[in-house]
């Protein structure tokens, strides 16, 4: 399973049916679990963890050092989830010392070809990253996110689950659950509706959620106004949890 021109480390740990691919480069602090493929010329290096069923295609770079001046040569990590997808020169940056060191990506990911995430982000499960999709450092990305084409993001914002980045859009402060971010320069435009149907949420769910997006950038309201009414709706409206929790927990303020 392991092609003979593979590079694979003395201290790698690699379940006993992963596939290497012709010149791929596995480092010693590599642990890759069971059903991976490695493709050719692949490099996973750093005290990297692959979870089972991930498959990583040719010349991509995973676990490499930080690009960060400060980094130093401190131990640091990365850890990616299960059933991840990661396509053609993709590079994901192991964390850094003061970053918290150890990016993450949760389970079911598709990172499309040319996609680069940076040191110390969190990223959850099921999202898509298009093709060149970038984030800087720090970024924390939730669960159900789709980043289309070129889109990125500035070091530390947050993007929340479900939202939607429109193509080439670079987004410079947080972006709450279900928001749908589109133009250049990009900008709120409403609701990822179709991802939410896709995704199970009915009719009255999406409904409720559109009006809170409306009480938040439409209104005219200041942002703690519009928050006391939205807690006002969570009892009866719980889908609103995840839109309450990003507002208020934003570190870089909110793109409106």
Known sequence: ??????????????????????FAVVGENVEIKEGCRVGPHAVV????RIGPRTRIFQFASIGEEPQDKKYDGEDSALEIGADNTIREYVTINRGTGDGGGTTRLGDDNWIMAYSHIAHDCQIGSHCVFANGATLAGHVTVGDYVTLAGFSGAHQFCSIGSHAFLGMYGGVGQDVPAYVMISGRPPRPRGVNSEGLKRRGFDAKQIRNIREAYRLVYRKGLGLEQALSELHARLESQPELALFIRDIQNSGRGLLR
Request: glycine residues 16%; without cysteine; proline residues 4%.
């Open 1 to 22: 399973m392991i092609h003979a021109s593979a590079v694979v480390a003395e201290g790698a740990k690699i379940a006993g049916d992963v596939e290497i691919g012709p």
């Open 45 to 48: 290096t750093g005290r990297t």
